[in-house]
């Protein structure tokens, strides 16, 4: 077992680096050395990980060149701490140069020309939950206005679960359909004051990349009409519409009647689809 994590680089501008890392993104110097057998060197947390940097500096070794993809990533948690930390050491964000880093983070270059890139979002784990589903209830709830619909599925097909820390903060359920080639979407949430995030994309994606992995040519998924915040969620990740299922939310179906949502009646559901090979 690994009990501690320390990644340790040489730089010919020691002071600067420093600057960038400590007074810039907020890392805490721990301490460091002078002079020993001709090196100097600066210890730096990262704070909540418990992992440190080292730079050193001397002992006539030149410091390594910079690669692109060579990267330190650290997720912020929101939008606010990463703005922050720019504007704290007035640099411009460079072009990432795998595009996923620019859809998801801001790119930086230290003084030595290494990448940092800054994400807003937490550090996210997605897992597959393997407890009772009475303990998810209550987010299941989020997704579903029915308690007898909630009733007829919530034990059935697989759940992934976002967790922060020890927290789980976000779910998406699994089901089989008719077609195997297929598997649906059935019930996601994100406890409110976790969403804007990018905790329901990561679940999202996760689900994605699981159904890849199995073989499955297409997930599917539904939502109410009424909810347009969904449409554009589903939308944005690929997915398309397939149909429309109108009277979807009755009294016979254990839908309160003249529920709304953003002021549009809850009556019609969408079906959307996208390939899991996208």
């Known amino acids: 077992m690994v009990s501690a994590l320390r990644v340790a680089r040489h730089t010919e501008r020691l002071d600067e680096i420093v600057a960038f890392y400590r007074d810039g993104l907020g890392l805490d110097e721990l301490g460091g050395f002078r002079d020993h057998d001709g090196y100097d060197g600066v210890f730096l947390g990262m704070p909540g990980t418990g992992a440190h940097l080292e730079f050193t500096a001397g002992g006539g070794k030149d410091a390594p060149a910079p690669h692109p993809e060579s990267l330190l990533v650290l997720y912020m948690g929101d939008d606010d701490a990463v703005a922050e930390v720019v504007a704290r050491l007035g640099a411009d964000p460079v072009a990432a140069a795998n595009p996923y880093w620019t859809a998801h983070g801001v790119t930086l270059e230290d003084p030595d020309g290494f990448r940092v890139v800054l994400v807003p979002t937490p550090w996210l784990e997605v897992v597959e939950h393997s407890g009772p589903r009475s303990q998810l209830r209550r987010l299941f709830a989020l997704a579903e206005d029915s308690e007898r619909e909630l009733d007829s599925y919530i034990d059935r097909g697989r759940v992934l679960v976002a967790l922060e820390g020890e927290a789980i903060v976000g779910h998406l359920q699994l089901t089989e359909t008719a077609d195997p080639a297929e598997v649906e979407v059935k019930n996601t949430a994100v406890e409110p004051g976790h969403q804007r995030r990018g905790i329901g994309r990561a679940l999202m994606e996760a ?21 347009a915040g969904n449409l554009r969620f589903y939308q944005r990740l690929g997915f398309r519409f397939r149909s429309v299922e109108r009277d979807a939310f009755t009294p016979a179906t254990g839908y309160e009647p003249g529920l709304l949502i953003d002021g549009v009646e809850l009556r019609d559901r969408v079906w959307l689809d996208r390939c899991a090979g996208d």
């Open 207 to 227: 689900a994605i990349e699981l159904a890849r992995d199995e073989g499955r040519s297409r997930l599917v998924v539904a939502t109410a009409a009424a909810d």
